[in-house]
């Protein structure tokens, strides 16, 4: 695996019957990307990397983990950097994109493709009182 430049997102994850899972919250800034992972974090999921991931591809899927200058800490806008309770090199199953736009009651399957592999891609709004759960529920199967 070669890393690249990292890409602007933020990553958590949490255990799941196939091994550690993790999905990547990508947004405008402002979104609510870090704001996201906080209240995951908070609910027993582990931080992979704020605001900036590094992300490969190995064997038909897709790693991420933290560049060392910012590993296992995170923006909590309003109070500053924290430090959290994080993971290392991590493997993706789930894409998110924060927008504030209006949601699709029954969106068709997308997909993000990142290094030539694809991940499922859900379009969510950051700051909904329920995105942690519609998450958890999307990774829930994968």
């Known amino acids: 695996m070669t890393a690249r430049q990292p890409l602007h997102g933020t990553v958590a994850a949490r255990w799941t019957t196939a091994g550690w899972r993790g999905v990547l919250i990508t947004g405008a800034p ?22 900036y991931a590094h992300v490969v591809a ?15 800490r995170m ?15 991590t493997r993706l199953s789930l894409a ?3 927008t504030d736009g209006p949601l699709e009651r029954l969106p068709e399957r997308r997909t993000r493709v990142l290094e030539g592999v694809a991940l499922p891609l859900l379009r969510l709004n950051g700051f909904e009182a329920s995105v942690v759960e519609k998450v958890a529920a999307a990774l829930a199967p994968l």
């Not at 402002?30 to 605001?51: E, F, I, Q, Y």
């Not at 190995?58 to 296992?72: D, F, K, M, R, V």
């Open 75 to 89: 923006e909590a806008r309003g109070i500053g950097v924290l430090t959290a309770w994080a993971r290392g090199l």
């Open 58 to 72: 190995s064997a038909g899927a897709l790693y991420a983990i933290a560049p060392e200058t910012i590993a296992g």
């Open 96 to 98: 998110v994109e924060l």
């Open 30 to 51: 402002g979104a609510g990307k870090s704001d996201l992972a906080l209240r995951l974090t908070g609910r027993g999921w582990r931080l992979v990397a704020d605001d």
